[in-house]
T-cell receptor, first 111, second 114 residues
Framework: KQEVTQIPAALSVPEGENLVLNCSFT??????LQWFRQDPGKGLTSLLL?????REQTSGRLNASLDKSSGRSTLYIAASQPGDSATYLC??????????FGAGTRLTVKP | DAGVIQSPRHEVTEMGQEVTLRCKPI?????LFWYRQTMMRGLELLIY????????DSGMPEDRFSAKMPNASFSTLKIQPSEPRDSAVYFC????????????FGQGTRLTVV
């Protein structure tokens, strides 16, 4: 059974810091891994999708890496800003029908 | 494209009433998913459609829940009768195809059953 874990559950950093969010999964046979952002009271916004054949994806200040063999993915946020404050979730598909989500990391970037 | 559109954004209803949640997927997407998010259980898949056909409804909690997709641009999730424990945020998501492609989520419907 695929389990997805995100550490830490919450993170608070001063503006300008670089930070890393962690996601681990127990079954390495995944098609891809997706990182989402969720703002309070709002839906999920897709940030990055990494296919199983890729090692990393970049979008602006965000960089996501994937290491299937160790069951880990990281989301790196460079030069954090208060607007980055949100909950970040990682998710992996299960047999193409379902997605297993982590519990998320709640990020607060203080001005 | 405006993305996945859900309505209503908020719904407050009394126990026993019928609730209908609506979703318009992104045009051209073949797969549509309904999720429920609660603090206790996180995000859970309720049902998944591919080309308008329900493929996996094993996540539907009870017979009180039903979902339809009459055409490629519209889906409904109905709860009848509603109960307080159904209170949650319900998300609709769509993707070009299942599994390998990116999923896009709607803003969600926050349901409160009193």
């Amino acid at each position: 059974k695929q389990e997805v874990t995100q550490i830490p559950a919450a993170l608070s950093v001063p503006e300008g810091e670089n930070l890393v969010l962690n996601c681990s999964f127990t079954d390495s046979a995944i098609y891809n891994l997706q990182w989402f952002r969720q703002d309070p009271g709002k839906g999920l916004t897709s940030l990055l999708l990494i296919q199983s054949s890729q090692r990393e994806q970049t979008s602006g200040r965000l960089n996501a890496s994937l290491d299937k063999s160790s069951g880990r993915s990281t989301l790196y946020i460079a030069a954090s800003q208060p607007g980055d404050s949100a909950t970040y979730l990682c998710a992996v598909p299960l047999g193409g029908n379902d997605m297993r989500f982590g519990a998320g990391t709640r990020l607060t970037v203080k001005p | 494209d405006a993305g996945v559109i859900q309505s209503p954004r908020h719904e407050v209803t009394e126990m026993g009433q019928e609730v209908t949640l609506r979703c318009k997927p992104i045009s051209g997407h073949n797969s549509l998913f309904w999720y429920r998010q609660t603090m206790m259980r996180g995000l859970e898949l309720l049902i998944y459609f591919n080309n308008n056909v329900p493929i996996d409804d094993s996540g539907m909690p009870e017979d009180r829940f039903s979902a339809k997709m009459p055409n490629a641009s519209f889906s409904t999730l109905k709860i009848q009768p509603s109960e307080p424990r159904d209170s949650a945020v319900y998300f609709c998501a769509s993707s070009v195809d299942r599994g390998n492609t990116e999923a896009f989520f709607g803003q969600g419907t926050r349901l409160t059953v009193v």
